[in-house]
């Protein structure tokens, strides 16, 4: 008999334990240990009545019409002395205060710094200077002779790893893949440059996007920017530490279970999963595909989260998914800051509330109580299947990945972390109906969420269940299933309908570690997920706190 410790998993133990499930007999056991830790096996004893036929395709469903909501005109949130969005480094541009050049010579100025610091809180994994210092100088000369492209002209981004860059490689957190560099840029990169965007570099993430805890033994990764003692959430754990910390305004990350919405909230900052096809897929690094990733932006404020989607959203033809989406109207998302939440009615699902550390909801339950304040109502609401999601998109994630790795596995698979070859080793040994049974339950979990937003505009969630965990010096690195359950607790809801889900800073728990509050959408309604985030921001209840080693752009 296999008897696993029930918490984090590191140096000998670890080891031990990959070598148990990838050399003997006892992986089947462990495996069923793991599934159990993760709520797997209690999928199997749910009613059929929960299972629906096998679904054709992954689309999200809109709930509603799309429907015109009364506006306040409250314009976009009051800038306060911190963060430094795109909006104020835009201001300061036109102004005269600083220059395109400056402000990106100070991001990686900073960005080195914070590398250095031990322990270590560098946001970037690759620096494309040459390139954005000729963008640099592009963007000033357009804004001296008043044509700036957009807000976002000049403007620091840093993409997260996983996502084509011209020019860098696509490595995806791995140590084995080469570094080739990408031919041509992703799609949503090729449109921030477009409107101006100047593109840092790449920041580091977990490998392949599989941990939402932040560590990953093939990177220098950074720490938690509010405590270096903590682990700063992934996978776009760079991304979120470079928002963070000032070295840029906002950053593009990706979200299959979490990855952008965990490490936003971890770090005290914004962040938005759209829907499902909303910023095209093409040029994303794993090819293969999946049915739960989304890209989108983290971001200093509800107003940098609306500007990276209006320049990166849109349809193309090589993404099907994104073909579905309705035109965005120009300035529409940025519009939506400014109508206030009155008449909006936000479903509470009070058993998943309840799953969440008390000092973790009770800023979220504050936050809420402004809202009803601003106009609001909260609605009781049941989603049966809530509770399961977590279990479901474990599943799903995990055997789309273990076919994508298909040929990684047979060739590579000493190279991948501990914690990488302890989840494929077990995957593998899932059994053949666990992929199909888990889709038809998404089905069901799809159509009960669709049901409750045709009541009520959006479903509020703690972002997470936890706030960041200690951090792991062993070399090995580790794993750790509860804590990886309590950060993707409520995260999976939004990646298995493929509904817009946003978060939002709203405080700290009994620790001082930062907590968020997130909003779920209908089907391609962004702007009403906005709304909420901007008048937490516009109360204060929603607020970015300022990192001990911060920067800021604007000041030399």
């Given amino acids: 008999m296999v008897d696993l410790p029930t918490g984090r998993l590191s140096g000998r133990a670890l080891r031990a334990l990959v070598t148990a499930v990838r050399r003997t007999p006892a992986r089947?056991?462990?495996?069923?240990?793991?599934r159990s830790q993760l709520g797997i096996d209690a999928l199997s004893a749910l009613r059929d009545?929960?299972?629906?036929?096998?679904?054709?395709?992954?689309?999200?469903?809109?709930?509603?019409?799309?429907?015109?909501?009364?506006?306040?005109?409250?314009?976009?949130?009051?800038?306060?002395?911190?963060?430094?969005?795109?909006?104020?480094?835009?201001?300061?541009?036109?102004?005269?205060?600083?220059?395109?050049?400056?402000?990106i010579e100070r991001a990686f100025g900073a960005a080195r710094a914070f590398s250095n610091l031990k322990p270590c809180l560098g946001p970037l994994y690759t620096y494309d200077e040459l390139r954005a210092r000729g963008a640099a100088r592009d963007a000033a000369e357009r804004i001296a002779q008043g044509r700036a492209r957009s807000v976002l002209d000049g403007i620091p981004i840093?993409?997260?790893?996983?996502?084509?860059?011209?020019?860098?490689?696509?490595?995806?957190g791995t140590g084995w893949m080469p570094s080739a560099p990408a031919s041509a840029d992703s799609t949503a990169v090729a449109r921030l440059r477009a409107h101006g965007a100047v593109i840092l570099g790449h920041t580091p993430m977990t490998e392949y996007g599989m941990s939402p805890l932040g560590g990953n033994t093939h990177r220098v990764m950074p720490r938690n920017?509010?405590?270096?003692?903590?682990?700063?959430?992934?996978?776009?754990?760079?991304?979120?530490?470079?928002?963070?910390?000032?070295?840029?305004?906002?950053?593009?990350?990706a979200d299959g279970g979490g990855s952008i919405r965990i490490p936003a909230c971890f770090n005290g900052v914004f962040g938005i999963k759209p829907t499902f096809g909303r910023v095209p897929l093409t040029g994303h690094g794993l090819r293969g595909g999946s049915s739960v990733t989304h890209l989108g932006p983290i971001g200093a404020s509800s107003e940098d989260l609306a500007l990276f989607l209006e320049a990166a959203a849109g349809p193309h033809e090589h993404d099907r998914a994104s073909a579905a989406q309705p035109p965005l109207l120009e300035s529409e998302l940025v519009h939506a800051l400014g109508r206030g939440v009155s008449g909006l009615s936000i479903g509470i699902e009070e058993s998943e509330w309840a799953r969440a550390a008390s000092d973790v909801t009770a800023p979220a339950r504050q936050a809420l109580v402004e809202l009803e304040r601003a106009g609001a109502t909260l609605e009781p609401v049941r989603i049966e299947l809530a509770r399961h999601a977590a279990a479901i998109g474990y599943l799903t994630i995990a055997l789309e990945m273990l076919a994508v790795l298909r040929e990684?596995?047979?060739?590579?698979l000493d190279e991948l972390g501990l914690d990488m070859q302890l989840l494929v080793s077990t995957v593998e040994a899932y059994r053949a109906d666990d992929y199909l049974d888990a889709q038809r339950l998404r089905g069901e979990l799809r159509r009960e969420v669709a049901e409750v937003l045709r009541s009520v505009d959006v479903?509020?969630?703690?972002?997470?269940?936890?706030?960041?965990?200690?951090?792991?010096d062993s070399p090995d690195g580790f794993v750790d299933a509860p804590a990886l359950d309590g950060v993707c607790r409520f995260a999976f809801l939004g990646n298995l309908t493929g509904l817009p889900a946003g978060t939002a800073p709203i405080g700290s728990d009994a620790q001082g570690l930062p907590v968020g509050v997130q909003f779920l959408g209908d089907a391609w309604d962004e702007a009403v997920v906005l709304q909420l985030l901007a008048e937490l921001e516009r109360s204060g209840a929603a607020e970015v706190r300022r990192p001990a080693a911060a920067v800021n752009l604007l000041e030399t």
């Fill in 28 to 34: 089947r056991l462990i495996t069923h240990v793991l």
């Fill in 459 to 472: 479903l509020a969630l703690p972002t997470t269940a936890i706030s960041a965990p200690p951090a792991d």
């Fill in 408 to 412: 990684v596995k047979k060739s590579h």
């Fill in 49 to 103: 009545e929960l299972r629906q036929n096998l679904p054709t395709d992954f689309l999200p469903i809109q709930a509603r019409e799309r429907r015109e909501r009364a506006s306040r005109e409250l314009g976009v949130p009051p800038r306060r002395d911190w963060p430094c969005t795109a909006s104020a480094i835009a201001r300061a541009y036109r102004e005269q205060r600083a220059s395109p050049e400056q402000v």
């Fill in 158 to 172: 840093a993409i997260k790893e996983e996502v084509d860059v011209s020019g860098l490689p696509t490595r995806l």
């Fill in 225 to 253: 920017a509010h405590d270096p003692t903590r682990l700063p959430g992934g996978s776009s754990s760079g991304s979120a530490v470079a928002v963070a910390l000032g070295v840029c305004p906002v950053a593009l990350g």
